[in-house]
């Protein structure tokens, strides 16, 4: 296979389907979403076999036991694919939106609209539940898009392509308004990267290394996030309660995703009294606690049965564990905080916990971070718990979409003129 000439083909027609889309109605659109949902339903043995053989081979290349069960597609995995495009097709449809209406002295009214972005790329791991969702969020907002999942997956993500290619044409769509790479080149990545004239945006799903090559040689925009450092900083004016249960979620509800809290920052003022009940909540999770010096001797001192005690080094302050472990540090108080914060996060999810109002709004207006919260825990930095009904992923970018990226993200705005005649003087 020439894999620039067959990856200059799926751009070439995702491009000619994407103005399609952009034209489709709310009710076209929705039409296929429904209609994928129940080809997934209906094909389900035939989706399960196919994941059988991606296992197989998965096990026989020696991959680790994580990344087996991220592979994993069961029967009820089908029926939340299925499930996540029924509710897509609910949400309110983006696209066409008109905003912003203002009357000029000179009698025209200015506003925007809201419109697709055109062609999504989107490269991603081993998941094959990435590829209905992610094909059901571009459908939704006008998009076309090129999927490009792990090798890890092929089979399964085909068979999950043969479904959302039969929906699109049930609804009278183009079959290339979604079009999942068929081969496993590592060089088709390359190409898809790189592709101006065709794709508009290329959204990364996956390890910090895939992130990093994507944000490295991509000539078209980016939508993505390399780490998610994400930090609770309780404040001298906390409530111990909150604190207390806030910690102890963010860190331990799942260690493995990217809104998991891996440093801890605690004032001087109250650390004696809340730093070891901290330390006990998180020691009976098995948290490993990786401290500054002040924060040790604090936690030595009281004698935490079962608590895993480590200095932390310069590194510790930037890490994502991704694992039960935590960074923790004693500030000297919220100027101290923010400015560790600030020089140290990955710019995705942080939170204070505070009772003092003027505090609270001075970490949430300085704190320069995609997701910044007040007396919450970061596990709500996703896009179903702030009421995007999906995402498409998080972005720590500054620039078009910054947080949990929903169907809004997948969209951009263009100014709309409404006259009656009137000329510039």
């Known amino acids: 296979m020439d894999i620039e000439a067959y990856m200059r083909t799926l751009g070439r027609q995702a491009r000619d389907a994407s103005r399609q889309l952009a034209a489709a109605s709310t009710e076209t659109k929705n039409t296929?979403?429904?209609?994928?949902?129940?080809?997934?339903?209906?094909?389900?043995?035939?989706?399960?076999?196919?994941?059988?053989?991606?296992?197989?081979?998965a096990r026989a290349d020696g991959l680790e036991p994580a990344m087996i069960d991220r592979l994993t597609l069961s029967e009820a995995g089908v029926e939340n694919m299925a499930e996540g495009l029924e509710q897509i097709a609910a949400l309110p449809d983006p696209v066409g939106e008109i905003t912003d209406v203002k009357r000029r002295p000179s009698g025209i009214q200015v506003g925007k609209m809201r419109v697709p972005l055109g062609v999504i790329g989107i490269i991603y791991e081993a998941r094959p539940n990435v590829t209905a969702d992610a094909a059901a969020l571009c459908l939704k907002s006008g998009n076309a898009a090129i999927l490009r999942g792990g090798?890890?997956?092929?089979?399964?993500?085909?068979?999950?392509?043969?479904?959302?290619?039969e929906g699109l044409l049930e609804a009278g769509l183009p079959a290339a308004a979604v079009q999942v790479v068929d081969t496993t080149d590592r060089a088709a990545v390359g190409h898809l990267i790189t592709l101006p004239e065709f794709v508009d945006v290329i959204v990364p799903r996956g390890g910090k290394g895939l992130i990093e090559r994507i944000s490295r040689e991509a000539r078209v925009p980016v939508i993505k996030h390399l780490d998610g450092n994400c930090h609770v900083y309780v404040h001298s004016a906390a409530d111990a309660d909150k604190a207390e249960a806030i910690v102890e979620n963010s860190k331990t509800q799942r260690y493995g995703t990217c809104n998991t809290a891996e440093s801890l920052l605690v004032d001087r003022a109250v650390a004696a009294d809340l730093l070891p009940r901290l330390a006990r909540k998180l020691s009976a999770h098995g948290v490993e606690l990786r401290g500054c010096t002040e924060s040790l001797a604090i936690l030595e001192a009281a004698n935490i049965a079962g608590a895993k005690l480590r200095p932390a080094e310069e590194s510790d302050w930037s890490e994502e564990y991704l694992a039960p472990i935590i960074a923790i540090k004693v500030v000297a108080d919220l100027d101290a905080a923010i400015a560790h914060v600030n020089r140290y996060s990955s710019g995705h999810t942080e939170s204070i916990v505070s009772e003092n109002y003027t505090a609270a709004m001075r970490f949430l207006r300085e704190v320069d971070s995609a997701s910044v919260m007040i007396n919450a825990s970061t596990r709500f930095a996703d896009g179903f718990e702030y009421g995007l009904g999906a995402e498409i992923g998080i972005s720590t970018d500054k620039i078009h979409a910054r947080g949990p990226v929903g169907l809004d993200g997948l969209t951009s705005q263009k100014w709309i003129v409404f006259g009656n005649g009137e000329v510039r003087g």
């Open 151 to 165: 090798k890890e997956a092929l089979h399964c993500n085909q068979a999950i392509a043969t479904c959302v290619r």
């Open 32 to 57: 296929a979403l429904l209609a994928i949902a129940r080809r997934l339903r209906e094909h389900k043995p035939a989706l399960l076999t196919a994941n059988a053989a991606d296992l197989a081979q």
